[in-house]
Structures are given as C-alpha cells and as structure tokens.
C-alpha cells in the first residue's frame, strides 16, 4: 500500500512538472532519467520501511491474530474436556481414599499428572503408613537425626552452589543491559518449578529405597554369622539394595582393622539401635537393681579399649552358693550378679561372669574382654528375636 501511494505521489509531481510544449530530445531523456531514479528510490524506501517499522507492526497484528486463535482454540477445548468427567471432581474424601491405597510407585505416577494431584501425592499423611510399613523396623531416631543433618548440609551446598551461578551470570551480565530479561526470564521459570521438599516423607522415602541414603542401625550376628560375633549385635551404617531386597552393612574400624562392609544382610538381621549410647560410651545401666535369675540381659562387650561395644545376649544367673529354690534364693539380695551366656559351652572362659551391683563401671581384661553397661529386656519380641537366631552347635 505505502509503494502504491509514494509510485503515485511521485508520478503526479512529475506529470505537473511536463510543460505542454515539445521538449528537446536530451531534457526527454532526462526525465526519463528523473522518473527511473524516483522508482528506484521509491523501492528502496519501501524495501527499508518494511524491514523496520513494518517488520514489527505486521509482526505484532499477526501475533495477536495468532493469539485470538490461541485463545479461541483453547476455550473451545476447555468446552469440550468440561463435558468429560476427572478424578479432580470426585469429594475430597473420595480422593483421598483412592489415594491412600495407592502404592509409593502409584503414587509417583500420580504426581506427575499436574500440580493438584502432584501436591496431595507429596503430603505426609499419605506417605507416613508407606515409612511406617516399610522402614519403621529399621528406622529410628538416629536415623533421623542423621537424616536432618543430610538435608542441612545439602541445603548449604545447594545455596552456595545457586549464589556461585548468579554471581556468575550477574557478571557476565552487567555490562549487557539489553539482555537483563534473560535473567528475569530464567528466575522466573525457576520459581515455578516445583521440586520434591527435601523435609519431606516422600523425600525420605525415596532416598531410603534408592539405596543413596546410609543410616545407622544394629546387625545381629554381623559378617554373615563368623563364629566370633554369634549372639551380639553391632552398630553399623546401612544402605538398602532394591535389586536384592537386601542391605549393606558398613562396620566402623577398630583397632588394626580397617573398615568392614558386608553384603546381602537380610530383613530380620536389623534393628533400630534400643538406646542412644554411641558405640565407644559406656552405657549407663538404670536396671541393676531389678536383676533377677531368669532375666534375659544385653550387655556390652569389646575385645580391647580400642574396639566399639557390642551388645551381647545372655541371662541372670544363680551364684554357686545358691541352692536355685525359688522360695529360698537370695541371689536378688547380693551385690554380685551372676550372668550366663549359654551358647557356649559348659566351662568355657565364655560362658560366665559377674559384675558388681552397687558399682557402675567398666570390668573385664585384656584376655577375657571388657563388660560394660546392661540393659533388661522387657519385651518379648526381643526375646523371641534372640532365640531366633540361636546357633545350631554349642560354641566354644
């Protein structure tokens, strides 16, 4: 339209400029010349318009063209999936019940549909019966406290890691005002990206069954039952394999050994440790004087001062002196208990010995290893765990 008006515009101004009378051959020839170069720059202008000013005022119509038909298409969709029914317009509490029957796998997939289904899939209440089910019998307080300060030192990483990258591109940046939206554009779609809550059950979850989160807890009979730690129970720190249904155990060093890392522990070989004793304390003993025979008993035992406690199975036993009547015993009188450790065989170095009531202390020696705390077992799943995993030969 614009070529149409200046090749007009122009063509009028040198129409009025032809006077009637004949002109000479050479001015003929330089209107031509006249007329070919207003053409010429006629084109150019349009050429130069369009590539500028036009350029971005088509661009812009058509865009908003392009947008109408956008928005027209989508309510015409909107229209249509309005007609069909979604899980989103069931009663909360009908949700909520499909939801809690869902598997942890089920419920992943499930999150990934959109951001409502995605934020009542994360929530807690949904994932504690999965832990419950799952870990509670491996996990503890020490594991969670070892998993608090998992997400702290990750949180301070990945803070210091994002200012590092700001830092960086605010540089690079400052000297470029043009492109500062780029930086704008880029905060802005990080801020709608919904990660995974570090503090999360889900989170926990996850990382507990990926095997990428090591946690402490006991193994009964550690290095697949050697001999020399039948009846006892470690502290180690454990990493789930779910190709195996199993775990690693890694047991801290001590002494001259360097660190011990054993494969395929079961299920039923662990446990959450039952105290907060560190595996090198002593453990204070708060049941010395409700000892009676018959009572089953773990105890800490180690090789030398250098080693970790272990806690080892055994039971209250009568004195020698003792004539072992129920209506006539006294051994719940005396200062010394009598502890027994049956799995072994009678006279061995093993089999018996006894601590002293009143004083709380540390006992033993380089030869027969050193006792340390006790704790009383009350329940009877613990018993029962214990006898479970009894040896099936007299030790030695």
């Not at 063509?11 to 006077?19: D, E, I, R, T, Y």
């Not at 499909?98 to 929530?123: F, Q, Y």
């Amino acid at each position: 339209m614009l070529f149409f008006l200046i090749s007009c515009l122009s063509f009028v101004l040198l129409s009025k400029s032809l006077p009637l009378k004949p002109l000479p051959p050479w001015e003929n020839e330089m209107r031509l010349l006249s007329l070919w170069f207003w053409k010429e720059f006629s084109c150019f202008l349009v050429s130069w318009l369009r590539k500028s000013w036009l350029s971005g005022f088509f661009f812009e119509i058509l865009s908003a063209m392009s947008m109408k038909k956008k928005n027209f298409s989508a309510k015409v969709e909107n229209v249509e999936e309005s007609e069909e029914s979604s899980v989103l317009d069931l009663p909360e509490l009908a949700l909520e019940c499909i939801l809690a029957k869902l598997p942890p796998e089920g419920l992943c997939n499930v999150a990934g549909v959109c951001s409502s289904l995605r934020d009542r899939c994360r929530s807690d209440y949904l994932w504690e019966r999965h832990m419950k089910e799952k870990w509670g019998r491996v996990i503890g307080r020490a594991a969670y406290r070892e998993w608090q300060c998992h997400i702290a030192s990750r949180k301070d990483s990945g803070v210091s890691e994002r200012c590092g990258r700001r830092r960086r591109l605010v540089r690079s940046l400052s000297c470029a005002w043009p492109f500062s939206w780029i930086k704008s554009k880029v905060e802005s779609n990080h801020k709608q990206r919904s990660s995974l809550p570090a503090n999360s059950l889900m989170s926990w979850y996850l990382s507990l069954d990926s095997g990428k989160f090591w946690f402490p807890g006991q193994v009964y009979n550690r290095e697949n039952g050697h001999v020399g730690f039948m009846m006892s129970c470690y502290d180690a720190e454990l990493c789930y394999d779910s190709s195996t249904d199993t775990f690693h155990a890694r047991f801290p060093p001590h002494g001259r050994r360097t660190i011990v890392i054993e494969d395929g522990v079961q299920w039923h070989r662990l446990r959450t440790p039952p105290v907060d004793t560190p595996p090198h304390d002593l453990h204070v003993s708060d049941c010395l004087y409700d000892l009676r025979p018959g009572d089953h008993i773990e105890i800490q035992w180690r090789r030398n001062k250098e080693f970790p406690y272990g806690w080892w199975y055994g039971v209250v036993g009568h004195s020698e002196t003792c004539s072992r009547n129920e209506n006539h015993c006294n051994c719940y009188s005396s200062d010394t208990v009598v502890l027994e450790f049956n799995q072994y065989t009678p006279g061995s170095r093993w089999r018996r010995t006894s601590i002293n009531r009143k004083v709380h202390r540390e006992e033993g020696n380089e030869a027969d290893g050193f006792y340390g705390g006790i704790r009383k077992l009350y329940k009877k799943e613990e018993v029962s765990m214990w006898k479970q995993l009894w040896p099936t030969e007299v030790l030695e």
